[in-house]
Every structure is written in structure tokens, then in C-alpha cells.
């Protein structure tokens, strides 16, 4: 057997697209090994999104190039958002790299191994640049990699990612995924029915829908227009199928519909990801996105009027170009008024390819950004902590999804392990348990929480399944 080292760096649809391209490899041959030492081919699935991500790829093909001396016949490889960004870059700075394949181009991964393997040498694949032709030309060089799989090839045989679209057209000045990813295109809803059918009939409970702006989704087919809420309707008759959840979502296209599809809909999950970036509107302009502060405080009214319990996540950028300590503070404004579940909290990286490289000086200095992003993050975390007391005591209902990362480094195999799973809004929730409940969907008693974490106990009694509420 072939032996195959895979590394993902990034959001998840990298992660689905590493899924794929193992599923298409495990087809032809190829085992799954644990390092790049035991690798016959070793692929990074790449991310361009911070140079911190792109950094560490680096660094990693850098420590390859004495293993590549030493055993000429292994093949590497460039996955993903870096290598359609970089392109021949990546052989510049690392010659002894073998495979370079945009996101567009992963469908072709497995005879390009075997072109590699052949001795017709390295190997460039990419799509076009969103300048380099009309809309529908460039589109057409961005194909989704879509196949359906089987469930062991599938982190957790319970839970798997489905993309519904691809590319994004929002253009924002500090994003390069309008270019890596390139313009944004939805699948047919046949061809997600006919996935997410499959998937239940493996035994797959909860079902993540991706997209970069998840609920932007549009589909013409037969005359009519398909939107996010009434895929969501389609998908929901799917027997089998417990759980619905979608992301990421851009705030200008949550829609009154979609809301209330989340609320009328019981398998969907009321979780939503909706990035704000910033709470300073001169700050939104500059990054181009499309709404003001007051726009998304009032689509969190809508939301907290539609569905009180759900659970809002949100994004933010610090330290992008121009910000102010008075453009920082309206952050945290937003941020403590709004009582996120959580936030993801980044610091600006300026990237090549973006609006704003070039365009926008990146004047905030580093250690500036690092005290605003610690600050940013400690309010957050205090947030998220005060909002999980008061599930302390309460039942909440949990998908197992396998052992904790505390059992998983003890390589925990006995009856009773802790496991850990997630609730209906995506919180976190670990417990003792045995093997044979990874996959069900348990009550369990919370009997302690912190910022991140809810721990807790099964309930024993059988109890009706009426009881369990999805707003937790």
C-alpha cells in the first residue's frame, strides 16, 4: 500500500476538502499514516486566509527538504487556498515540492500522483485569476470537488460537512477568498439532497452545511428559486438526518425566512455564526462590508425576536488599517452588548491579493494589536462564562462524538472513558461514558462550566424525548 501523510491548516471547508481527497487516495491504494516519516506522499491542505497559517506550511516544506534529499522517491505536495494564491512561488521557495493544486483542481489530485510517480515532474494546477476572463470563464476553472464518500472516511461516521456552495463575490478589502476560492457558485439542490441522503443511509446524525457566506445560497432549477431556508425544508424531511447546522453567515443575507426556518424546522439547530469584524462603522467601510453597526444590531433584534434561545457566534478583526483606540472601543461596545456565545478574535494580516494590500497601510503596530486582541478575547471569555452558569443543573442534550482529548492522550479503550459531544448550539459538553454511546444523542445534567466547556453526567432515568429542548 501507497502510505499517505495529509496536514490541513484552516477553515472546514479545507477540512471537508481533505476529506475528499483521502476518500479519492484510500480508493486508489493509499493508507493513512500518522507522520510525514512513514509518508510516501505528504500533502498540506493550505490556508491563505493569516500569514500565520501560510508561515507554518512553510516552515513545515522547509523541514522536508533533508528527507526529500535523502528519499527522492517521496512526492509533496501543495494544497488548497496557498497554493492557488502562490502558485510557482511555492516551487521558488521550496524546489524539491512536487504538486501544486488550487481548490479548484483537487478532483485531478489522484492522476497528478501518478504523473509525479511516472517521473514527468513537478506538476501546476490551478484556476484562473478572477481578472483573467469573463465571470463565467473563471467560474467554470473553480469546480466543486463534491463526490460522495463513505463513512469511514469521515472523521466521525456521525456527523459530516456538506458544501452547498463555492467562491464568494462580497470582495471584502482584508479577504482573500474571492481569490483563491474564486466567484461565488451554488450547487443544485438535487445534488445536496442526493449527498445528505446518502450520508443518512451511513448513518451520519447531524449534517453542517458550509459556504463562505453560508446564507447567500441561490439556486435556480425548474423555475424556481431555491434560498438557504428552503433547502433547509428539504433537507429537514431527510429520514435519519437529527441535526441541521450551516455556516458561515454574512449578516446582510440573514433573512426573516431563514430565521424562521430555524424556528419552525426542529432538526435544525439554532446556532448561528454571524461575523461582525468590527463594531466601529468607519472601520466596516473600510473593510467594505456592506452594512453599518446599526444594521447588525438590528438583525440581532430579529434574531433574538425570532429565536430567544439561540446561540450567536461572531467573528472580529483588530488592528486592521486605520483602526483607532475609539474605532477599538466600539468593538468592545458590541461585544458586551451583544453576549456572543464566543467569538473568533483575530489580529489584521495584511495580505497580498486583498483590496486593501496596497491600498490600505497596515499602520497598527504589532504589540497594538496583540493588547487589543488579548483584551477583546478576555472580555469575550468572561462572557462566555457568566452565560454558561446558569446551564449549570439544567439537562441539556448531547450528540457523542467520541472520547475527550484528556482520553485520547491516554488512549482510553476500557469501559468507562470521558467523551465529549456537542449540544444542539454547539457548546461543548464532556462526561464519563462507555464506547457504544459515541453516536447517540444523550441527556446529560450539567453539573459545572466554564468559558468553554460544560461538564456533565448522563441522565440514567429514561426520560421522553419531548423533554429535550434544541436551545441550548
Request: net charge neutral; glycine share 6%; with cysteine.
Amino acid at each position: 500500500m501507497k502510505k499517505l501523510y495529509i496536514e490541513t491548516v484552516g477553515c472546514q471547508m479545507n477540512m471537508l476538502d481533505s476529506e475528499l481527497v483521502v476518500a479519492a487516495l484510500r480508493r486508489d491504494g493509499y493508507e493513512l499514516v500518522r507522520t510525514p516519516r512513514e509518508a510516501d506522499t505528504i500533502l498540506y491542505n493550505t490556508c491563505s486566509v493569516r500569514q500565520h497559517a501560510e508561515d507554518k506550511i512553510y516552515s513545515a516544506l522547509g523541514r522536508l527538504k533533508h528527507a526529500k534529499t535523502h528519499h527522492p522517491h517521496k512526492i509533496i505536495g501543495v494544497l488548497g487556498c496557498m497554493a492557488q494564491k502562490d502558485q510557482k512561488l511555492i516551487f521558488d521557495r521550496a524546489p524539491y515540492v512536487d504538486l501544486v493544486v488550487g481548490p479548484g483542481q483537487l478532483h485531478q489530485v489522484p492522476d497528478l500522483l501518478k504523473s509525479v510517480a511516472a517521473k514527468r515532474g513537478p506538476r501546476l494546477e490551478v484556476s484562473l485569476d478572477r481578472t483573467a476572463g469573463s465571470r463565467e470563464r473563471v467560474a467554470e476553472s473553480f469546480e466543486s470537488y463534491d463526490p460522495l464518500r463513505t463513512p469511514e472516511m469521515r472523521p466521525s461516521p456521525y456527523q459530516a460537512y456538506v458544501r452547498i456552495m463555492i467562491g464568494c463575490d462580497k470582495f471584502c478589502t482584508y479577504c482573500v477568498v474571492p481569490k483563491v476560492r474564486g466567484p461565488e457558485q451554488s450547487r443544485p439542490p438535487a445534488h445536496i439532497l442526493a449527498e445528505v441522503r446518502q450520508l443518512a443511509s451511513e448513518g451520519c446524525r447531524e449534517v453542517t452545511l458550509l459556504g463562505q457566506t453560508v446564507n447567500s445560497y441561490r439556486y435556480e432549477q425548474d423555475g424556481r428559486s431555491w434560498r438557504l431556508a428552503d433547502l433547509l425544508e428539504a433537507l429537514h424531511e431527510i429520514e435519519g438526518i437529527d441535526r441541521l447546522k450551516f455556516v458561515t453567515n454574512f449578516p446582510k443575507d440573514m433573512t426573516d425566512d431563514l430565521l424562521q426556518a430555524v424556528r419552525d424546522l426542529p432538526r435544525c439547530c439554532p446556532y448561528l455564526h454571524v461575523p461582525a469584524q468590527s463594531g466601529s462603522d468607519r472601520m466596516l467601510r473600510a473593510m467594505k462590508r456592506g452594512y453599518t453597526v446599526s444594521d447588525y444590531r438590528e438583525m440581532l433584534g430579529r434574531i433574538q425576536e425570532t429565536l430567544p434561545r439561540a446561540a450567536v457566534t461572531s467573528d472580529f478583526i483588530v488592528g486592521f488599517c486605520g483602526e483607532t483606540e475609539a474605532d477599538f472601543q466600539a468593538t468592545v461596545d458590541l461585544v458586551r452588548e451583544s453576549r456572543f456565545k464566543n467569538s473568533f478574535i483575530f489580529k489584521y494580516s495584511e495580505r497580498p491579493g486583498t483590496k486593501a494590500y496596497g491600498l490600505l497601510p497596515d499602520d497598527v503596530p504589532e504589540e497594538v494589536k496583540r493588547e487589543r486582541n488579548n483584551t477583546l478575547l478576555a472580555i469575550q471569555n468572561a462572557i462566555s462564562e457568566e452565560d454558561n452558569q446558569p446551564l449549570i443543573g439544567q439537562e441539556v442534550e448531547v450528540l457523542v462524538e467520541g472520547p475527550s482529548k484528556k482520553s485520547a492522550k491516554k488512549s482510553a479503550g476500557g469501559p468507562v472513558m470521558q467523551l465529549t459531544g456537542r449540544t444542539p448550539c454547539d457548546r461543548i459538553v464532556v462526561f464519563d461514558g462507555t464506547p457504544r454511546q459515541i453516536g447517540q444523542i444523550l441527556p446529560i445534567t450539567v453539573y459545572d462550566a466554564n468559558a468553554f466547556t460544560l461538564f456533565g453526567s448522563i441522565v440514567t432515568q429514561h426520560v421522553g424525548p419531548e423533554v429535550y429542548s434544541l436551545g441550548t
